[in-house]
């Protein structure tokens, strides 16, 4: 089998098989739908492909065969493979241009153009990758407030079926209360019709049963609303606690000035004619900012009031002359109340040197 694979590998790429009377069997069949050879017509291909490649070796002398070989025939020289890449490489490109993205500002989609072409595809998709980031944050919220407006429609829905329910329970507790208000006389019953007894008796014993039953479930019933609502007055009170803070800065600043300003304002709703009990459930937080607003101006208006006036001053008859100090003293009362009223630098100037000369 060693000469066999020797011939195998001697045919110059020539893809051969075995005829089915050599030893081992059928050889592998080489496709193309050759005819399978005996070894002896092998034997004899070799020979003549040995001799055929004997007489096309090159000249000793070094010089070129007149024919190239077959196999390299359709090969073309390493210089044009070259040539062609480098005329590839000086083609003009003719892709599309790639836009800038819309979210550009002016100042880079000025200076896009100048950009290389790598550059713009690297800066396009990593705006549509911040885009798509920002679009897929925009439907996680539309999807959380749809949840939520689900969740608030399903919580109004079932306080209106608990509602309805309520209503049916004590139209139900109601009826039977009625009807269970006057108990029938059972020993004269027992005593005048004994089998009229024991009917009515049972009915009544149901109708006991149910009406304790269906009482029950309107205390439970009653109870579990009163804690819901517990519950939402507590939430609501919290949420204006902390937006009352958030309008009054100050109080959230200092809360020591926040409980003083906080009692002032609780005297103050009290002088205006609301009670404690009213004044307790005032948890609107805008109510709670316009009541501070009149309280301290309550304030202030009474400390204007408490300020003493000043003392008229000296009458000076018509016709009279003012002497030299009177006539400085008048314009400089006047500049200390233009200074006052103005605040200007040069009125302030001038009341000073008003002093000076004094």
Same mark, same amino acid.
């Given at each position: 089998? !060693?000469?066999?694979?020797?011939?195998?590998?001697?045919?110059?790429?020539?893809?051969?098989?075995?005829?089915?009377?050599?030893?081992?069997?059928?050889?592998?069949?080489?496709?193309?739908?050759?005819?399978?050879?005996?070894?002896?017509?092998?034997?004899?291909?070799?020979?003549?492909?040995?001799?055929?490649?004997?007489?096309?070796?090159?000249?000793?002398?070094?010089?070129?065969?007149?024919?190239?070989?077959?196999?390299?025939?359709?090969?073309?020289?390493?210089?044009?493979?070259?040539?062609?890449?480098?005329?590839?490489?000086?083609?003009?490109?003719?892709?599309?241009?790639?836009?800038?993205?819309?979210?550009?500002?002016?100042?880079?989609?000025?200076?896009?153009?100048?950009?290389?072409?790598?550059?713009?595809?690297?800066?396009?998709?990593?705006?549509?990758?911040? +885009?798509?980031?920002?679009?897929?944050?925009?439907?996680?919220?539309?999807?959380?407030?749809?949840?939520?407006?689900?969740?608030?429609?399903?919580?109004?829905?079932?306080?209106?079926?608990?509602?309805?329910?309520?209503?049916?329970?004590?139209?139900?507790?109601?009826?039977?209360?009625?009807?269970?208000?006057?108990?029938?006389?059972?020993?004269?019953?027992?005593?005048?019709?004994?089998?009229?007894?024991?009917?009515?008796?049972?009915?009544?014993?149901?109708?006991?049963?149910?009406?304790?039953?269906?009482?029950?479930?309107?205390?439970?019933?009653?109870? +579990?609303?009163?804690?819901?609502?517990?519950?939402?007055?507590?939430?609501?009170?919290?949420? +204006?606690?902390?937006?009352?803070?958030?309008?009054?800065?100050?109080?959230?600043?200092?809360?020591?000035?926040?409980?003083?300003?906080?009692?002032?304002?609780?005297?103050?709703?009290?002088?205006?004619?609301?009670?404690?009990?009213?004044? !307790?459930?005032?948890?609107?937080?805008?109510? !709670?900012?316009?009541?501070?607003?009149?309280?301290?101006?309550?304030?202030?208006?009474? !400390?204007?009031?408490?300020?003493?006036?000043?003392?008229?001053?000296?009458?000076?008859?018509?016709?009279?002359?003012?002497?030299?100090?009177?006539?400085?003293?008048?314009?400089?009362?006047?500049?200390?109340?233009?200074?006052?009223?103005?605040?200007?630098?040069?009125?302030?100037?001038?009341?000073?040197?008003?002093?000076?000369?004094?």
């Amino acid at each position: 089998m !060693g000469g066999v694979a020797f011939l195998a590998s001697s045919f110059g790429g020539h893809r051969i098989r075995f005829a089915p009377d050599m030893e081992g069997g059928g050889a592998p069949d080489a496709g193309g739908g050759a005819e399978p050879l005996s070894l002896g017509d092998a034997v004899a291909l070799f020979r003549d492909t040995k001799t055929t490649t004997e007489t096309q070796e090159p000249a000793a002398d070094g010089a070129a065969p007149d024919k190239i070989p077959a196999e390299d025939a359709g090969q073309a020289p390493e210089g044009d493979d070259s040539a062609q890449r480098q005329e590839e490489q000086d083609e003009p490109d003719t892709s599309p241009a790639i836009e800038p993205p819309p979210t550009l500002d002016a100042k880079l989609r000025a200076k896009w153009a100048s950009l290389d072409r790598e550059t713009q595809q690297d800066f396009a998709q990593w705006e549509a990758a911040k +885009q798509e980031g920002v679009q897929a944050k925009l439907r996680e919220a539309a999807e959380t407030r749809k949840a939520g407006e689900a969740e608030r429609k399903a919580a109004e829905q079932e306080r209106k079926q608990a509602a309805q329910f309520q209503q049916v329970l004590d139209m139900a507790v109601a009826e039977l209360g009625s009807q269970l208000q006057q108990e029938p006389d059972w020993a004269k019953l027992a005593t005048d019709d004994p089998l009229g007894y024991i009917q009515q008796r049972a009915a009544w014993d149901e109708k006991v049963a149910k009406f304790q039953q269906l009482h029950a479930e309107q205390q439970r019933q009653a109870a +579990q609303q009163q804690a819901e609502q517990t519950e939402r007055v507590k939430a609501y009170v919290a949420d +204006q606690s902390q937006r009352l803070l958030d309008a009054i800065p100050e109080w959230k600043a200092d809360p020591t000035k926040a409980k003083a300003e906080q009692a002032e304002i609780r005297s103050f709703l009290e002088k205006s004619g609301f009670s404690k009990e009213e004044i !307790g459930q005032l948890y609107d937080h805008r109510i !709670g900012v316009m009541a501070r607003k009149a309280a301290l101006y309550d304030r202030a208006q009474a !400390g204007l009031k408490a300020k003493p006036a000043a003392a008229p001053g000296k009458p000076v008859p018509p016709g009279t002359a003012l002497t030299k100090g009177e006539a400085q003293a008048v314009s400089r009362d006047a500049l200390i109340k233009r200074v006052e009223r103005t605040g200007n630098i040069s009125d302030a100037v001038a009341l000073l040197r008003a002093n000076r000369r004094r």
